[in-house]
């Protein structure tokens, strides 16, 4: 996917099969069960953001839609095909191909430029460096990141660091991008600045959008929240 | 101290670390501060041997004669005391002076006394029973075949060839053997000490950072909190010092726990006192205070940039760079060794070995210090070529940080270095060590060799032991080797009639009964007039026998093989081997313990960004490959680096060409392979880290 391909955001539409399902998600860690029958279902374009208190399970949720977790119980669909009993390997290069993730920090490599961060998905999936870093780079400026092509992370504030997170995120062009707590290290309008950027730029991309947040101002920018409490989620909001 | 408790199970490991690395670390030290206190030891032991000689105007407690006897395989040191005034003050282990007629043994020895026939062993002595067994203060190790026979005035030992001279003892109160090869071994512990100091330091000051590094970006955010530079210097610094100062500990305690183990390997002839191999209380202090301050040095090194700059450090604004002046430090590195080796060739003998290894430390320092610079070039020359994410990961990794890279590489390249200069150093070893052919030498004047060959004919025949004499030869001279020394047509074998060829001639020369000749012809006592009367065993296992039996023919003297009359030299050649060995293997292991630490620590300290990546679909194994291709590449270059500046070290006492010998090849080839064994085990071992940290979502740091 490259910049020039991107267009308009398309409203979420309910005829559309959805990209990512979740139904009756369940993980227990030891006797502790922290997602009891968990349901999420997020459309292309859609933004969701999963809120809920702490330990009320939102980044085990996550976890199992991403396939980083394997689920004790229910299902996970991927564009309608069940992933949630793939090997660890599957489930890597699954990542690895048709995902994107934006933490909350720390994500970046040190010692990589940024836009040879960016461009380490493509490379992984086994585009040339040329090409990687060329299509990389595209992404900067959208994201208002010219000129900072070649600085390393710690030479990048807090929101550039978190714009070239979600460039990487979104390089590949994938179904769905998982962000976990993508504004948490930020100031509030650094924060919302860059979810409003997010949720743009996955919109046009097409990709489905699942923001794991605390923030009840950066899931208003969603399209949907869920709150998830004690492992279940109770509600699904239109924003 | 309180971060380390409360740090959890992870602070806990990385304290493992560090205490493991310097436990290691400090154990080497104390293994190579204890072989110098054991030489000590030894030469405070035996000094006696080596007496201080009576002044013209004093009356001599006895006359001493010191000399290397074999038996069942093994040397025997035999002191003859000649002459002893029973009132004086005995040697060391014996609770008297020795009277004339009397034989004391070490414990050793009377257990040999006891389990060999006479004829191999006892009838060389004036009595079959000891008057008494040496005490451990006389010996060298609890092995040593040693035995004190006391002789009256006059005694044919007195005259008879051999190497060593007669001492009129003044006294036997002397802590220093004054051997030369006392001295070459002293010399040579210094090297070695030299050659395992560096590694060991390098595996301190890379432990000791471990702690340093994992928590950096907590004390640079305490510092961006307010705190001082003190507190956070204390901090950090506190916590490594007392890791280091228990781990120092352990590892004296482990090293005094090795000793007996230690106290098997052969040196000189034989093991060691497991005590002696302990370094003293004091100098036990001392290694772990110098310890304790090495480890807080090397934590306060990687804190400075902390302190200078928190906001640097805790985002990683500047590149770790290793700045081209180092290379100064390769010239300055050449230019001690060059001066050192100057120095040691004219100087003292005494202190030949001490200015060559600062010679070799220097060469050792170059290497440390250009080791970051080579990891660097590497690193932006596969930067720019990589085309794969391993690659490009591998290659970023060393220019971001060439010292860190540089740090598990250290031991290996230091070990290559070591290879380097002692590659070389075998092959010349190799050459030295002759074969025994089993002739025993029976050395007489020429007047009497005759009548000495047809006697050793006649006693062989009386026992039934069948052997072959001649001919005669002289001593020394040419065709006088052993090999060429013993006519297998002209001996006649004693079981069927005594006959010895004794048509050669005897060396002309005055004769000199004070200044005999030996074996080898090597001594100064007038080998002009002694021959050699070849005898060899046709069964080998008669040769302690046939000496036995043959002593007396020649009143005084031994009877030796050619290569036992040069024992000492033997051992010293075969002790160089062993001792190549032992410094490689120690070599070896630093390097293993400081690679294999330094590579579980770069998981540790990256392991953030290394579960994020795989969390994103980073398969492990590119992660892997990644580490490998930031090894391997650059162990090879410096590698080569450290090789060349180790056959430069060996230079003066081999030509480097050396190293293409079947021995030198096979011991570079050995490291070659240890080296990427080395590098592969500690990947693999520290596999299950980079697992067990990239696993699971988990938040923790």
Redesign the interface.
Known sequence: MTVEAMAEPPPARADEPPVLVGRGVTKRFGATTVLAAADLVVHRGEAVAVTGPSGSGKSTLLHCLAGILAPDAGEVRLTGERIDGWSEARRTALRRERLGFVFQFGQLLPELPAVENVALPLMLGGVSRREAVGRAAQWFAPLGLTGLEQRRPGQLSGGQEQRVAIARALVTGPDVVFADEPTGALDSETGLRTIELLTGLAARTRAGLVVVTHDAEVAARCHRTVVIRDGRTIAGVRA | MRLLRLGGRRAWSAAGLVGAGVAVATTLLAVALGALHGLDARESRTGWRTPAAASPEETPMALLRARTDQVAGRALEQIDLVDPRPDAAPPPGLPRMPLVGELWVSPALADLLRTLPAGELADRYPTATPAGVLGEAGLTRPDELVAVVGRPAGDPVLTAPGPSDVVPVGSFDRTEADTTVAGIYRQLTYVAVALMVVPIASLLGASARLTAARRVERLATLRLLGASTRQVTVTAVAEVTAVATVAAVVGVAAQWLLAPALAHISIAGGGWFAADLRPSPLVSVAIVAGVAVLATGAAIGGLRQVVVSPL?VA?????QHARLIRLLGLVGGLAVFWIAIVASQGGPAAVAGLIFGVGVLALFGSVSLIGPLIVRVLGRSMTGR????PA??AG??L???PKGAFRPLAGLTLAVFVAGFLAPLTTVIAGEVGADDGVLVLQAPAAQADRVAAAASARLATLGVAARIGPVTAAGGPGGTAETGVSAETGVSAETGVSAETGTTAASGPASPGNPGNPDGSGARGTEDIVAVPVLPENPADRDRVRTALAPLTPGSLVLTRAEADDEEIVLVEDLRRGTLVVLVATFLIAATATGTAAAARVLDHR??LR????????LA?LDRARWAETVLPLLVLGGVALALGLLCASPFASAVLVFSPSGLGLLGGVLVAGVALVAATSAASRPLLRSVTA??GRED
């Open positions: 640097g985002r990683r604004q500047q590149p990589a085309r794969s994410v490009l990961l970023r990794r220019l971001d940080d953030r960004p994020l990546l795989r969390l994103a679909g980073t398969p590119m699971g979502p």
